[in-house]
């Protein structure tokens, strides 16, 4: 995919300029390889046709010689390195297609391959969040989000916290350097929430009025 497709962009990941009291604290997307094995079931599904070659082979060296018992599990073999290989073309082109952006205000997703949306999360919006950081450094962070805010599971999907349907928890899914993305988020989410949200109200006489 080229990143030509993205020129409209007026910033990288953002569907619009940023407000001048905003700014970009990072962005990254997901590591494909992880995102096959993590949000595909890549592992999963090279096993199911192993098993199957397995099973064949024994089934076979009932009547035929082992030689050749085993060259009738080869077909279910290479239908497993295919279906493994569809799979990690599908996360490749979900990863370069998808934008996360963390800002001193929200949280921002450019997902989508076929059908490019970009979802906005505004600290306020976000009650906790958890990171499951792998070994290699690499790691999901999740949003659960409060109040009325609903976001679709199939929508959004692989960019959410897997089997949170009810309610569902969009996520930073298989970054890199998953740990410091943490940290960041936690600190920015912090400074913005600790401070006072102002809205101005319209008073009947038609003088505005600050109210925190």
Not at 6 to 16: A, D, T, W
Not at 49 to 62: T, Y
Not at 169 to 183: G, K, S
Request: aromatic share 10%; with cysteine.
């Amino acid at each position: 995919m080229s990143d030509d497709d993205f020129n409209f962009e007026p910033i990288r990941g953002l569907p619009e300029q940023l407000p001048k009291d905003e700014h970009i604290l990072w962005q990254g997307s997901p590591n494909p390889r992880r995102l096959a094995r993590e949000a595909l079931g890549l592992r999963w599904v090279f096993g199911y046709f192993a098993l199957i070659a397995v099973w064949r082979i024994i089934v076979s060296a009932e009547v035929y010689p082992l030689g050749q018992a085993l060259l009738h599990g080869v077909p279910f073999l290479l239908s497993g390195v295919v279906a493994c290989l569809i799979l990690y073309g599908i996360a490749y082109v979900q990863a370069r297609s998808t934008v996360y952006t963390l800002t001193n205000k929200r949280v921002a997703m450019r997902i989508g391959a076929a059908l490019t949306m970009t979802l906005n999360l505004p600290y306020t919006w976000i009650g906790t969040a958890q990171a499951d950081v792998k070994k290699d450094g690499t790691g999901t962070i999740a949003f659960e989000t409060i109040g009325d805010t609903r976001i679709s599971y199939l929508m959004t999907w692989p960019h959410v916290r897997p089997w949170k349907m009810a309610r569902t928890q969009p996520a930073l899914r298989c970054i890199p350097d998953a740990a410091n993305v943490a940290r960041l988020f936690a600190e920015a989410a912090e400074t913005r929430i600790s401070q006072p949200q102002v809205k101005r109200t319209q008073q009947p006489d038609g003088n505005a009025v600050a109210a925190e």
